[in-house]
């Protein structure tokens, strides 16, 4: 994905922070967190943007919203707060997860199938499809798709791999029109 450039030089410095304190997992955990309120409260995002609203509200509004969130979290949130960089928040997390998943070897997967998958499903995909993108394993988000007459889709980043019966049905109109 494409990050802006302050996304990116936050991310990786806290990256760096907790990496050395072996703080990586718990740290992501905390930011996933920070990035679902992100997301879901859109109001938030236009409650920092408003000019009226002082820096020390909004640090305030930061601290009691984040305050079981680790130093590390919480200083990179006052920090982003106190530049003016509240909208670059979301942006820092998704850089932040590319660079721990790369650090394991990790991609994130998005599989739309029919029903949900069980784990050994989400496993043998998991083992597969990591191969194939040239990771140890894949973080596997399963989204039940009504509209799915059967089978799946993986969507790794940018790649789609297509294996549903929609999908076959298409490339087949498409071979019998050429």
């Not at 020390?56 to 003016?84: C, G």
């Not at 660079?99 to 998005?110: P, W």
């Amino acid at each position: 994905m494409s990050y802006s450039t302050v996304a990116k030089r936050y991310a990786l410095a806290l990256f760096e922070i907790a990496q050395d304190h072996n703080q990586l997992e718990g740290i992501e955990g905390e930011l996933r967190t920070v990035r679902a309120v992100f997301l879901e409260n859109t109001e938030l995002a236009v409650l920092f943007e408003n000019p009226k609203l002082t820096l020390n509200k909004k640090k305030s509004l930061i601290q009691e919203a984040f305050s079981t969130a680790s130093p590390y979290v919480l200083n990179t949130l006052m920090l982003m707060t106190d530049r003016h960089r509240t909208g670059e928040i979301t942006g820092m997390v998704e850089a932040f997860i590319e660079l721990t998943n790369e650090a394991r070897g990790i991609a994130d997967a998005t599989v739309y199938s029919v029903r949900p998958l069980t784990e050994d499903e989400q496993t043998a995909l998991s083992s597969s499809f990591a191969k194939k993108v040239g990771k140890q394993s894949l973080r596997i988000t399963n989204v039940t798709d009504e509209n799915l007459l059967g089978g799946i889709k993986v969507q790794i980043g940018t790649r789609i791999y297509d294996g549903s019966l929609q999908g076959k049905l298409t490339r087949l109109e498409r071979e019998l029109i050429r």
